[in-house]
Structures are given as structure tokens and as C-alpha cells.
């Protein structure tokens, strides 16, 4: 009998000006797909779980958001949970707070906006197992910089045969304080309503507005300036990241060989549930 099961994250990303900075609206979709062959074994060994998206960003409002782990064979009995009508609790400093629902396994509150330094604990009751995790909302990066706030980018010049590249400008250097070993991530945003690109794309897509690094507990970071695909002003976005989180990314799903879950801080389920903080830095880059 053959098993396989496929874990896809995808992330998208969108951040927003917050305390004279930027902040951010940071989301990741969960998917997970099992694969088992048809038996009452298989049937029975198929364990209904939720899957816990929550990403606790510091001046930004509590979102949830709850989905199901869904077996490949649709003959498997699932609980009779509706998503919509769960108790969803965050509990932190001596509180209780009820997540209200807003439909489709998502669970907001307008209100209730995370601190620094707090810990905070999900919990909630799914198929009469108790769900839960805890995070904490890290501190802002300290000493966020860069070594130019400009570069001046020619795109290639596709006149000539073959094609000219023109010459690169030096990397963006990004630095900042890491004395505890911590996890960080940079991502990089054009804020464009309609950004120009900076070489011809012709008739095939052109390239996404945005790219990051992979979280590193590095201080440094530097942006090779090919990666700009767009003229105009970008967010520098530096991400400091709880562990759990850097895990979950850097999970790269399993195989037949490796029939283990993904990564997850979720008990009694899967998914994330994890508290982010960032500090941004603004770059123009212009046509020479």
C-alpha cells in the first residue's frame, strides 16, 4: 500500500503604513491533501484535525483562521464540527477573549490588537480534543539600516543582437542587531499603484511585485539589485520571526518515504499560530 502526503503553503504578502513605518497585513494559506488507499484500515486511521492559520502582528487586529485537513478519500467520516460555530479563545495576562466568527472558518476582532512582550495562547475544542498553542509578540528589529536609500537601474537593451545588459549597481546592504540569534526575514515590495518595469516582458507574465529571503538568524542581509524588476519606491520589510515560524517555512513537505505531518506549534491540530514584528526602510529605484 502506497501513501503519500503533499503539504502546500503559499504566501502572500501585503503591508500597510503603521506608526510613522510600515506594517503589515501577512497572510500564508494552508492546504493539506492526504493520499491512501481505499481500505476500512486506512478509513479508520484518518485522524479529523483542524488546520490554524494566525499570524498575531503587533497594532494589528486578532485574525484566526481555521480550516479542515481533508483526506484524499471522501468516503472517510468527518466530525460533525461546523467551522463557523467554534469557541475560539485567545487567553493572555489573566484574560479571556471570545474571537467572534465571520464566516468561512474565520474568526476576527476588531478590538483586540497584540502587544510586544505578551504571550498569548489559542484555544479552542475541535472533534473533543482541546486545540491549542502559545506565542509571543517578538520586539521590533533594533537598528534597522541600509547602505543607499537610491540605485539607479537601466534595463537591458534589446535593440542590439544580442541584447545588451547593461552594467549593475552595488547590492542594497541591510543590517541590524541580532545578539540573541533570532529569525529574520526580509521581503521587498514595490508601492506602485501601477509600477513600470524595468525591462520588456513582451507577451509573457510579467514578474510579481514583491520577493523575500528565507528567514536567516544571520544580522545581514544584501539585496542583489537584478532581483528589482520595477522602477519606483519599494518597502525594505524586515520580519522578526518567532522559531516556529522560520520551521514551518523552511518545512519542505513530505513524500511516500517520509509519511511524517508538517511542521506545526498547533496541539491537536496543524497549522501556525505565531506572533511577527516588523520595522521597514523605503528604496527608490530610478532610471538613469
Request: hydrophobic share 35%.
Amino acid at each position: 500500500m502506497n501513501k503519500s502526503i503533499f503539504f502546500n503553503r503559499s504566501i502572500k504578502m501585503k503591508q500597510q503604513l503603521q506608526t510613522g513605518l510600515i506594517g503589515l497585513i501577512f497572510g500564508i494559506s494552508l492546504m493539506l491533501t492526504l493520499t491512501s488507499c481505499e481500505t476500512e484500515e486506512a478509513q479508520l486511521a484518518f485522524n479529523d484535525i483542524p488546520v490554524v492559520e494566525s499570524y498575531l502582528i503587533q497594532t494589528k487586529p486578532v485574525s484566526v483562521k481555521i480550516a479542515r485537513k481533508t483526506p484524499y478519500d471522501y468516503n472517510v467520516a468527518l466530525s460533525d464540527e461546523n467551522l463557523d460555530l467554534l469557541q475560539v479563545k485567545i487567553l493572555y495576562n489573566d484574560q479571556i477573549r471570545l474571537i467572534p466568527s465571520v464566516g468561512n472558518g474565520e474568526y476576527k476582532d476588531a478590538t483586540f490588537i497584540p502587544q510586544e512582550g505578551v504571550t498569548y495562547k489559542l484555544e479552542f475544542e475541535f472533534n473533543n480534543q482541546t486545540v491549542s498553542s502559545s506565542t509571543e509578540i517578538l520586539s521590533k528589529p533594533v537598528n534597522y539600516k541600509q547602505s543607499v536609500s537610491q540605485i539607479n537601474m537601466a534595463g537591458i537593451d534589446f535593440s542590439t543582437r544580442p541584447p545588451t545588459r547593461p552594467a549593475m549597481p552595488d547590492p542594497v546592504k541591510l543590517s541590524w542587531t541580532n545578539d540573541d540569534n533570532s529569525f529574520y526575514m526580509v521581503v521587498i515590495e514595490n508601492m506602485e499603484t501601477v509600477p513600470t518595469a524595468i525591462n520588456d516582458y513582451g507577451d509573457k507574465q510579467p514578474p510579481g511585485r514583491f520577493f523575500r529571503n528565507a528567514p536567516t538568524q544571520t544580522n545581514q542581509y544584501e539585496i542583489p539589485s537584478m532581483q528589482f524588476q520595477y522602477y519606483g519606491r519599494h518597502r525594505l520589510i524586515l520580519y522578526h520571526l518567532n522559531a516556529d515560524y522560520a520551521a514551518l517555512y523552511n518545512d519542505t513537505g513530505n513524500s511516500s518515504q517520509n509519511l511524517t505531518n508538517p511542521t506545526t506549534n498547533i496541539e491537536n491540530g496543524l497549522g501556525i499560530f505565531t506572533g511577527i514584528n516588523a520595522d521597514t526602510l523605503l528604496l527608490n529605484v530610478i532610471k538613469p
